[in-house]
């Protein structure tokens, strides 16, 4: 867990009083971290629960805590989200400037550069160069080509053959692995690139 530094918040205050609980602090460590720039989307099967697709970020009012509802899937988290601009739901209610969102309508946006702890629901939004790289047996058993490594923060850079995209990965694979672009690799491994 990662513990946020508590600031005096007015919403924060009234949420609790809405909700009679006390919002949680402790920030699971394989979650979105707050700060982070996403698009809320739309459900596959309806046009909601927002009016519109739209951007916003990660906040830090609260931590992001599973959803209270039997709809949830397992391992599934609510964040509290600011939204860019005030948005009103599929109801017509609102404007709204924040909320709290699953994470199946969250679409990361851009991954901090030197942000840790990226799993599993999040690994799914890489954007791979092609099907070779894509595949995890590839990029997590040596038939993507290692060209650099990083002692100190554990990671190994790695190339495609076939495409050319760059992706840093933990030395044992699963769960780390990110796109890099050509400039973000020669900044974190400059021997290599
Ligand atoms: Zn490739």
């Given at each position: 867990m990662k513990w946020w530094p508590k600031r005096p918040d007015r919403d924060r205050a009234a949420v609790e009083q809405v909700r009679g609980s006390r919002l949680p602090d402790g920030w699971p460590s394989w979650a979105i971290p707050a700060g982070t720039p996403v698009r809320i989307i739309q459900d596959s099967s309806w046009a909601?629960?927002?009016?519109s697709v739209f951007t916003g970020t990660i906040s830090n009012m609260a931590a992001p805590e599973p959803p209270a509802s039997t709809a949830a899937r397992p391992d599934e988290l609510a964040y509290w989200v600011d939204f860019d601009q005030p948005q009103q739901d599929a109801d017509g209610d609102g404007p709204y400037r924040k909320a709290q969102i699953w994470d199946r309508y969250i679409e990361v946006l851009q991954v901090p550069i030197h942000g840790t702890g990226w799993r599993h629901g999040l690994v799914a939004k890489i954007e791979f160069g092609c099907d070779y790289c894509a595949d995890d047996q590839n990029r997590w058993h040596g038939h993507v080509t290692q060209i650099g490594s990083d002692e100190t923060r554990q990671m190994i850079l790695l190339r495609c053959p076939r495409c050319r995209a760059l992706y840093e990965n933990a030395p044992q694979g699963e769960d780390e692995t990110r796109r890099l672009t050509e400039d973000e690799a020669r900044t974190l491994y400059p021997n290599a690139v």
């Open positions: 909601g629960p927002w009016a």
